[in-house]
């Protein structure tokens, strides 16, 4: 069994508050933290690092992407100016973006640049793009199909996409359902079992990267039981895949003689999972417990909050609190950032929406330390303030929603927003 780091809400939330490491002394350097203002807000970061304005206004940004020659890439969950994508480029080095284009008629999440190709998908499908020599793309209007057909049911419909390094694609389809009741979220409805969900969706399917119009007869379900993954990245330490679930919903609100309203905001945790072919991590059968440090039997399956499940199903590496909404996730390979940052995990949190009557958390990034290709410590909020302020934070109104992260060669790293459409660069100045 893997040991899984965690920690309750009210310590995330007082670490939030407080801006202090959970797991340094407070004489370190490392738990200091400095107030930066960066646009219409302020963020708190670690002592030595700086945040600026890289874009903004750009629309509902999702995931990015960094090219070899620092062009940033940004995939749109809606159409703006009917394009999907834009590339954003510094051209006079003053660390904004000066030149902006916009190319893709459709809408989505995922955007990776990969050996001389961008990869982007919308909700249905995955596109690719070639790149000349000097990085541009070479036909903006014809991208090749590389898959087709990928449910898509407007629920965790988002096709969140990353590549290893042996020509693989891996892409998230998440099931269309909080916990594959046979009414969905009906009070009191009882699971399907087995959930058939799972043949089409709930999972990682995985792709050839360079053939084209691929359907699911042409992948392989990598991974299964997974309710829905947005932030997922390739640790090339490991060489695996690593996701982060979103948890299921409305445990107080679907079996209220089970769970009181603080347990359903507090449960389940929001889980890091390191993935290989054949994982099952037991949704919908199952929850992972933070407080019980327990794999628990979900109640729409005969569970009652203490019944344990899931023999055969992973636990996960890190469990976070519930009902964060992790969106994004980058294993940090450079080298600008203080040594105890390489190789470790940032995970971008959307944000709550369901803690209700407790206050709604999140809208932060955090960060994993990771030794040897396993976490290794507590992990600690990294970037917090993008909602504007603990009441904004609270009632669930922030003004930034954070969902996108990646690492550019100068090793800084760029988050996305996609309430407002801003994508902040962070670096390092040093003390």
């Not at 470790?344 to 009557?357: I, K, L, T, Y």
């Not at 976490?375 to 970037?383: D, L, Y």
Request: net charge neutral.
């Amino acid at each position: 069994m893997r040991q899984v780091f965690h920690k309750s809400f009210y310590a995330a939330l007082a670490f939030s508050m407080l801006s202090l490491c959970a797991c340094a002394n407070s004489d370190d350097d490392s738990t200091k933290r400095v107030d930066v203002q960066a646009g219409d807000i302020t963020l708190k970061l670690p002592a030595g690092f700086t945040a600026t304005v890289f874009a903004e206004n750009l629309g509902s940004t999702r995931h990015v992407t960094v090219n070899t020659n620092g062009d940033v890439y940004v995939k749109l969950a809606r159409l703006k100016n009917g394009k999907g994508i834009l590339r954003l480029r510094d051209k006079n080095g003053d660390g904004k973006a000066e030149d902006i284009m916009g190319f893709g008629n459709f809408a989505g999440t995922g955007i990776v640049v990969k050996e001389g190709y961008l990869y982007a998908s919308s909700d249905e499908e995955v596109f690719r793009y070639k790149l000349d020599a000097n990085n541009n793309v070479i036909n903006p209007d014809k991208p090749e199909k590389i898959v087709t057909g990928l449910l898509s049911r407007h629920e965790h419909e988002a096709k969140a996409i990353m590549l290893d390094n042996n020509g693989n694609l891996y892409v998230n389809i998440g099931a269309y359902s909080n916990a594959c009741q046979v009414l969905d979220r009906q009070k009191g409805s009882p699971g399907m079992n087995p959930c058939p969900i799972l043949d089409s969706a709930g999972g990682i399917w995985q792709f050839k990267a360079d053939k084209l119009n691929q359907t699911y007869g042409d992948g392989v379900r990598y991974a299964t039981g997974l309710r829905n993954v947005v932030g997922l990245d390739w640790n090339t330490q490991t060489n695996s895949l690593f996701v982060m679930q979103h948890g299921r919903d409305q445990l107080h609100d679907l079996f209220p003689d089970m769970y009181d309203t603080k347990q359903s905001a507090e449960l389940p945790a929001e889980c890091m999972y390191e993935l290989h072919q054949g994982s099952n991590c037991g949704w919908p059968y199952i929850y992972y417990d933070q407080f019980q440090h327990k794999k628990i039997l979900a109640p729409e399956f005969g569970g009652d909050g203490k019944k344990e499940g899931g023999q055969d199903a992973q636990d996960p590496v890190v469990a976070f609190p519930g009902h964060l909404a992790p969106d994004g996730l980058l294993f940090y390979t450079g080298n600008k950032f203080p040594e105890k940052y390489k190789n470790g995990a940032f995970v971008v949190f959307h944000g709550s929406w369901n803690r209700a009557p407790e206050p709604q958390e999140g809208y932060y990034v955090v960060f994993v330390p990771f030794k040897d290709g396993k976490p290794n410590g507590n992990w600690e909020v990294f970037a917090d303030g993008f909602s504007g302020g603990p009441q904004l934070t609270a009632s669930g109104r922030a003004k930034h929603r954070p969902c996108g992260i990646a690492q550019a060669p100068d090793g800084s790293i760029y988050v996305t927003d996609d309430n407002k459409g801003t994508i902040w660069k962070i670096s390092y100045k040093g003390k």
